[in-house]
């Protein structure tokens, strides 16, 4: 029997990596001679570098950058198998994860050191790039990431002006005269699931502000810069990001990505799954297991196991779920390929409880769902449903 295990990760408390390890484990103490294909993902967020470079025998190079709210922090991008794509979080430089609770506040955070990564990879010769947007701090509509690339913002008096997406309201001109040319010689693909526009009510700031420390006068002002931004982009580009799908990602990255870089957007976990040789590994395969830290009713919306699934089901293969949490509106994610979904808690007990033992808790729920799933198989019973 062969079983494809391919979770992403339990964010807080285990890499999709280790969840894979764990579900193996599992697998193989109800199964000792199941053949395992292990392939830890990502959807374009946390884990994409790991994923990517793991599954390819990539590197990883680690470079000092400026953090989102100005400070030092080791960051690092990928360079997949093949020594010519690299693969850049933009989270590691100017993630959320960066800034204690009390301490974010998006008027202030800067994608700077995304660019210094970019920089980065441009002095090291690469020129195929993978960009995965998720977990930002920012809402500067890229205007750091595009800062350390040479590209200079001008207020009224012809000064830079500083960081943060409250800077933006005082920009009044573009400088693009020393703006990275390598950039136009390059290929960017940018890793997003999110389609929000820049603005508006389903903008970044109104969607996406208040998770980074935006308050609903924040949020206000956040959405006035970054239309003021946009406005003053499509003068200097004759290209207009203010609704454009995707231009919201990270704070409006994505919009940065397609004003000024030769970029294509595309869904995470489709890149992943390209790069890792999924659908490859799926022939032969009787059953996929993969997971997350919550399934619910987001899930389907572009999240990694739902690609997952989706790949399995055009090959007819079964796809069960190990969440750290089952919440509400998973019936829809049956009709796309999930067979079964599984909570890996063991009881009621505390949040940091069920964080710290998610690792057992995964191997003792693998090693419960396999022997489940072979005793259907061996009486020949469908394998549908959830079972807890």
């Known amino acids: 029997m062969k079983v494809v295990i391919a979770p992403d990760s339990f964010k807080g408390s285990l890499s999709a990596k280790d969840a894979a390890a764990a579900i193996e484990k599992g697998i193989l103490l109800a199964a000792p001679e199941t ?114 690339l040479g590209l200079q913002l001008l207020d009224e008096a012809g000064h830079a002006v500083g960081d943060g997406g409250q800077a933006l309201a005082r920009v009044r001109s573009i400088d693009s005269a020393q703006f990275d040319a390598r950039i136009q010689a390059s290929r960017f693909t940018i890793a997003s699931d999110v389609t929000n526009p820049l603005i508006g009510p389903q903008g970044a700031s109104a969607v996406f502000g208040p998770q980074k420390g935006a308050t609903p006068a924040m949020v206000e002002e956040l959405d006035q810069a970054l239309h003021h931004w946009a406005d003053l982009i499509e003068t200097h580009t004759g290209i207009a990001i203010h609704h454009a799908p995707s231009a919201g990602a990270a704070g409006g990255l994505g919009g940065a990505f397609q004003a000024f870089f030769p970029s294509v957007v595309r869904p995470g976990i489709e890149i992943v799954m390209e790069k890792t040789n999924f659908h490859a590994h799926l022939q032969g395969a009787n059953l996929v297991i993969t997971g997350e830290g919550r399934t619910d009713a987001q899930t389907a919306s572009g999240k990694a196991p739902m690609g997952i699934a989706q790949a399995a089901q055009r090959r007819g293969v079964p796809v069960f779920i190990m969440s750290g949490s089952v919440g509400d509106g998973i019936e829809s994610l049956y009709a796309h390929g999930v067979t079964s979904i599984h909570s890996i808690m063991d009881g009621p007990m505390p949040l940091d409880d069920a964080m710290r033992r998610t690792e057992p808790l995964l191997v003792r729920k693998a090693e419960q769902v396999l022997r489940t799933y072979l005793a259907g198989v061996r009486g020949g019973g469908g394998v549908t449903g959830e079972w807890e």
């Open 35 to 148: 053949e395992t294909v292990l392939i830890p993902i990502a959807d374009g967020g946390e884990g994409t570098v790991d994923s990517l470079t793991g599954a390819t025998h990539g590197t990883i190079h680690q470079v000092t950058v400026r953090g989102p709210l100005g400070e030092e922090v080791t960051a690092e991008y990928g360079v997949l198998g093949d020594n010519v794509t690299c693969v850049i979080e933009m989270a590691s430089a100017s993630g959320l994860y960066l800034i204690a609770p009390a301490s974010r506040n998006p008027l202030l955070t800067t994608t700077y050191g995304t660019g210094q990564l970019i920089k980065h990879a441009l002095d090291n010769g690469y020129r195929e790039f993978i960009l995965a947007l998720g977990g930002s701090a920012t809402n500067d509509g890229g205007s750091g990431m595009l800062q350390a």
